[in-house]
């Protein structure tokens, strides 16, 4: 991929999994990198000290995104320090698996209040900050469109995320900016190995085309595809990143 220098980039969760690894190689192509975290302030300051030492350039900024004040300040900061939004990746989230006679009203409105909230102020607030020809990336997962046993509320979460992401694409086309989703299978990341047994692993694994889960980069490289240029004509579209899971 080109080089794609002067552009700045926030990404939600992006202290661990698929955020870190998209944050370093946005990096790596010349983005300039805004690392959002909650909690995990150590983890997030040792990934920008990591993209400055290489030569590219970062900040780490706190905001809970269930939260629309914070996301406010998150946007706010960015301007203020680089001058400019130009790419949107939502990729933080929650999953927490229970089959429905476990789930409280607390667990039900927390994947709700992050997973679909922040995502969805989260672009309200890129349409009044991000400059024309932006870019919008938000995650959802491959199993809206299975039937796994525990998921229903993570899963309806997604579902919400792939119709925010369609039906916004209209509004934002009248400034040149594309929105997508992409719907990544099991990867290998803390949040989806967390309490899963080997045979599950083992299960997951052999239910793609490849035998094997994905890696944070095999979603790395299709986000770095849809911030560059040469996804100008693709917009409202959930894409599955998933190696033939599904």
Not at 50 to 78: H, M, P, Q, Y
Request: net charge neutral.
């Amino acid at each position: 991929m080109n080089k794609i220098e002067n552009r700045v980039a926030i990404i939600t969760g992006a202290s661990r999994g698929i955020g870190l690894k998209v944050a370093e190689q946005l990096a790596s192509i010349g983005i300039i990198t805004v690392i959002n975290y909650h909690t995990n302030k150590e983890a997030a300051e040792e990934i920008v000290k990591d993209i400055n030492f290489n030569g590219g350039k970062a900040v780490s900024i706190k905001a809970d995104i269930s939260k629309v004040s914070e996301l406010e300040k998150l946007f706010k900061e960015t301007v203020e320090i680089f001058g400019s939004v130009d790419i949107l990746v939502n990729n933080a989230g929650i999953m927490i698996n229970n089959p429905i006679q476990n789930v409280s009203e607390e667990e039900f409105d927390k994947h709700f209040s992050i997973n679909v909230k922040g995502t969805y102020f989260a672009c309200q607030l890129a349409m009044k900050y991000m400059k024309d020809n932006g870019r919008i990336i938000n995650i959802s997962t491959s199993v809206t469109s299975a039937m796994f046993p525990s998921y229903s509320v993570y899963a309806a979460t997604k579902g919400a995320v792939e119709q925010i992401t369609r039906q916004l694409a209209k509004e934002f086309g009248s400034k040149g900016i594309t929105i997508n989703a992409i719907a990544q299978g099991p990867v290998k990341t803390e949040l989806f190995m967390k309490e899963k047994s080997e045979q599950q692993i083992e299960m997951l694994s052999k239910m793609n085309s490849f035998g094997r889960l994905g890696e944070p980069e095999d979603i790395a490289d299709v986000i770095e595809l849809l911030v560059s240029d040469k996804s100008h004509w693709i917009t409202g579209q959930t894409i599955k990143i998933n190696g033939g899971f599904i």
